[in-house]
């Protein structure tokens, strides 16, 4: 089956510091991979994408790079803030006759000023 | 297009009454997930429909728990009877087609007294 592993939070950074959250997956078929994000109180709304191997996806300054060699989606952001506190979550689609749909546990991230 | 919606946002029941959650996908969608939040389990899968149709509900706790999925426009979710472990926030999604983004609602807050 499907699964996806993130690490552990929380992860506590200072503001400007350098944010890396890894992500690896193991699927059957080709998936499509995806970083979600839930603020306090809301629901997860999606960050960025990606559908083929090497494919970078990127918004708001974060970006993830699909590497299928290393089953991995790793998150990154040069400078965070603290507004960008909050939890991610990677997830993977695969379909075979229908959407499945796959998260892992989520990873917060904590940014002071 | 509104998004998914929820209702209600928050619900306070007492233990042992039944409890409905609602659901209306966006339109055009034909996969539909819902799904639990806690601190202590984070998210969960309970069950997902592809065409209105119950793919898997492997995810479902136990008999307490039932979905239907009447038409492609509205989804219920119902505990009967309700207990304090159930106190959770509640999320649905729903996906257009293979391999892309799911798009979530606000969650329902519920709380069993």
């Known amino acids: 089956g499907n699964s996806v592993t993130q690490m552990e939070g929380p992860v506590t950074l200072s503001e400007e510091a350098f944010l890396t959250i890894n992500c690896t997956y193991t699927?059957?078929?080709?998936?499509?991979l995806f970083w979600y994000v839930q603020y306090p109180g809301e629901g997860l709304q999606l960050l960025l994408k990606?559908?083929?191997?090497?494919d970078k996806g990127s918004n708001k300054g974060f970006e993830a790079t699909y590497r299928k060699e290393t089953t991995s989606f790793h998150l990154e952001k040069g400078s965070v803030q603290v507004s960008d506190s909050a939890v991610y979550f990677c997830?993977?689609?695969?379909?075979?006759?229908?959407?499945?749909?796959?998260f892992g546990k989520g990873t917060m991230l904590l940014v002071s000023p | 297009d509104a998004g998914v919606i929820q209702s209600p946002r928050h619900e306070v029941t007492e233990m042992g009454q039944e409890v409905t959650l609602r659901c209306k996908p966006i339109?055009?969608?034909?996969?539909l997930f819902w799904y639990r939040q806690t601190m202590m389990r984070g998210l969960e899968l309970l069950i997902y429909?592809?065409?209105?149709?119950?793919?898997?509900d492997s995810g479902m706790p136990e008999d307490r728990f039932s979905a239907k999925m009447p038409n492609a426009s509205f989804s219920t979710l119902k505990i009967q009877p309700s207990e304090p472990r159930d106190s959770a926030v509640y999320f649905c999604?729903?996906?257009?087609?293979?391999?892309?983004?799911?798009?979530f609602g606000q969650g329902t807050r519920l709380t069993v007294v």
């Open positions: 990606a559908t083929k191997a090497d």
């Open positions: 997830a993977l689609t695969t379909f075979s006759g229908y959407s499945t749909l796959t």
């Open positions: 339109s055009g969608h034909n996969s």
């Open positions: 699927a059957t078929g080709y998936p499509s």
């Open positions: 999604a729903s996906t257009r087609e293979q391999n892309t983004e799911a798009f």
């Open positions: 429909f592809n065409n209105n149709v119950p793919i898997d």
